[in-house]
């Protein structure tokens, strides 16, 4: 697995004003990451898929390196934790998507763990066992978006750009 280390992302300004996805949403203007140091290739942002499905997983990497994601996946909450902070240099991630039942370190666990070591992070929840409280109870504190599966792949890449854009939104 190749890791980005923050110090090699560069911006690359020459992406158009507006991309338009397969769906017909207008995403404004982003700007590619590159780590030209390494492979000189380009992607939109980094996102962390934690599930335990293997077929979700797949399914969420899939759509999202097809529109230029850079993906990571974990089975769980606690590989999800370790990914995060392994190595000299933690890895670059922009969002995260976790399922919320999950062995080990479940994905209510992991998200109190992400919201405080990594605040900036949009959290995206992607859920089997839909419960509204669960849901009202995780957008007051913070979630991006409540996804409940099986996931339209244009809802999926859709919360994701809206995630990314929400947390430049509040860089400024």
């Known amino acids: 697995m190749t890791t980005y280390p923050s110090s090699t992302i560069a911006t690359d300004s020459s992406m158009p ?15 590619e990451r590159t780590a030209g140091m390494f492979s000189g290739q380009t992607y939109l942002g980094g996102v962390l898929v934690v ?49 919320i039942r999950m062995p080990n370190i479940n994905g209510v ?9 990594y605040p900036s992070i949009p959290l995206i929840v992607l859920t089997g066992f839909p419960d509204l409280d669960l849901a ?17 792949r244009e809802k999926l ?5 809206n995630a ?4 430049r939104i509040s860089w400024f």
Request: no cysteine; hydrophobic share 40%; charged share 35%.
């Open 109 to 117: 666990e992991a998200m109190d763990y992400f919201q405080r070591e």
């Open 157 to 161: 890449t859709a919360a994701v750009a």
């Open 17 to 31: 004003e507006e991309t338009l996805l397969s769906h017909g949403m207008l995403i404004p203007e982003r700007k």
């Open 51 to 99: 599930d335990d499905e293997k077929d979700i997983r797949k399914l969420a990497r899939m759509s999202l390196e097809k529109l230029g994601y850079y993906v990571v996946e974990a089975e769980d909450g606690q590989q999800a934790i370790t990914l995060l902070n392994e190595g000299e240099h933690p890895m670059v991630i922009d969002v995260i998507i976790t399922d």
């Open 136 to 152: 009202m109870q995780l957008m007051k504190r913070g979630v991006t978006d409540y996804l409940v599966k099986p996931v339209d």
């Open 164 to 167: 990314l854009e929400q947390r």
